[in-house]
């Protein structure tokens, strides 16, 4: 299986996706070989698995806007 190449090398910034909706964040993350997850919704933390993947977008969201963002 081929993987897309992580856009800027897998390097994020957070202006890159703070303030966008979680679905415009979502398809930019994923144009940019990247996965996503939403790991805290409205002050909310979610119980996740504990896995790594350097590939991965961890998103902190309120009211469907993106307020942080960070690997793994």
Do not use: Q
């Amino acid at each position: 299986m081929e993987r897309t190449p992580l856009r800027n090398n897998g390097l994020i910034t957070k202006s890159e996706y703070v303030g966008k909706t979680h679905e415009d964040a979502k398809i930019y993350a994923e144009e940019g070989g990247f996965t996503t997850r939403i790991v805290e919704e409205n002050g909310n933390a979610f119980i996740l698995e504990y896995s790594v993947n350097d590939r991965r977008l961890n998103f902190r969201t309120n009211n469907g806007i993106v307020t942080d963002v960070f690997c793994g």
